[in-house]
C-alpha cells in the first residue's frame, strides 16, 4: 500500500485545467523532491516533472507541478486528447531506511 | 538517446526464480551520475520499486524484497541483472528496467525501457 495518496481519477474536457494531487507526509513529501510520471496506456512510464516543478525536455508548459508542505500537485492546463494517461508521482521516504515511492496513481479520462 | 531493453523468460514456476536483464544502448552503464533501477507494476496496479545498482556494483534494495532480490551489474556488456527468488503469483508483473539520475541528494528516472510482463504459474 503506497504512502503517496493520490484521486483515482480525474477528467475534464479538451481544453479545460486538470489538477491532480498527491499528498504525503513528513518522512517523504516534506522532507524530499517530487517527481511525476506520465503512463500512456500500455507503455512504459515517462517522466513529466522531476524536483517539484521542473520539466524536461520535450515536455510541453502545459504540464506544470508544485510542492507545499507534505502535498504536492501537477497541473494540465488546456487539456489534450493525447492527455488520456494514468499519473504517478513519487518521491523517496526516509522512514524504512530509504524507499523509493509511487503515488496510488490518477486515471485522467478528457471527456 | 539512451536506450534500455528488458529480456529474459516471460514465464516462472511458483517457488522458482525470476531473472531478467537490462541492456543499456547509447550511453555508457558506466557513467558516474547514475543508478540502474528495477521497477514492476502488477497487471492493473501501480508502479513498484525494487531496486537499484551502481556502476562499481553498490546496491540499494526496497526493504520489503530484500531477503529475495539480488540485481547485478555486468559493465563489459552494459548489461544489469535482475533475480527474485522463492516467487509466487504475487510476483506476476510487468517489470521495468530504469535509469535513476542522482545528483544533490535527489534524482528521477529518466529513462525507462518498454517493459515485459513475468507470470508466475505452473
Known amino acids: 500500500q503506497s504512502v503517496l495518496t493520490q484521486p483515482p481519477s480525474a477528467s475534464g474536457t479538451p481544453g479545460q485545467r486538470v489538477t491532480i494531487s498527491c499528498s504525503g507526509s513528513?518522512?517523504?513529501?516534506?522532507?524530499?523532491?517530487v517527481n511525476w510520471y506520465q503512463q500512456l496506456p500500455g507503455t512504459a512510464p515517462k517522466l513529466l516533472i522531476y524536483s517539484n516543478n521542473q520539466r524536461p525536455s520535450g515536455v510541453p508548459d502545459r504540464f506544470s507541478g508544485s510542492k507545499s508542505g507534505t502535498s504536492a500537485s501537477l497541473a494540465i492546463s488546456g487539456l489534450q486528447s493525447e492527455d488520456e494517461a494514468d499519473y504517478y508521482c513519487?518521491?523517496?521516504?526516509?522512514?524504512?531506511?530509504?524507499?523509493?515511492?509511487f503515488g496510488t496513481g490518477t486515471k485522467v479520462t478528457v471527456l | 538517446q539512451v536506450q534500455l531493453q528488458e529480456s529474459g523468460p516471460g514465464l516462472v514456476k511458483p517457488s522458482q526464480t525470476l531473472s531478467l536483464t537490462c541492456t543499456v544502448s547509447g550511453g555508457s552503464i558506466s557513467s558516474g551520475d547514475y543508478y540502474w533501477s528495477w521497477i514492476r507494476q502488477p497487471p492493473g496496479k501501480g508502479l513498484e520499486w525494487i531496486g537499484y545498482i551502481y556502476y562499481s556494483g553498490s546496491t540499494y534494495y526496497n526493504p520489503s524484497l530484500k531477503s529475495r532480490v539480488t540485481i547485478s551489474v555486468d559493465t563489459s556488456k552494459n548489461q544489469f541483472s535482475l533475480k527474485l527468488s522463492s516467487v509466487t503469483a504475487a510476483d506476476t508483473a510487468v517489470y521495468y528496467c530504469a535509469r535513476y539520475h542522482y545528483y544533490d541528494s535527489s534524482g528521477e528516472f529518466d529513462y525507462w525501457g518498454q517493459g515485459t510482463l513475468v507470470t508466475v504459474s505452473s
Open positions: 513528513s518522512s517523504n513529501i516534506g522532507s524530499n523532491t
Open positions: 513519487a518521491a523517496w521516504d526516509d522512514s524504512l531506511n530509504g524507499l523509493y515511492v
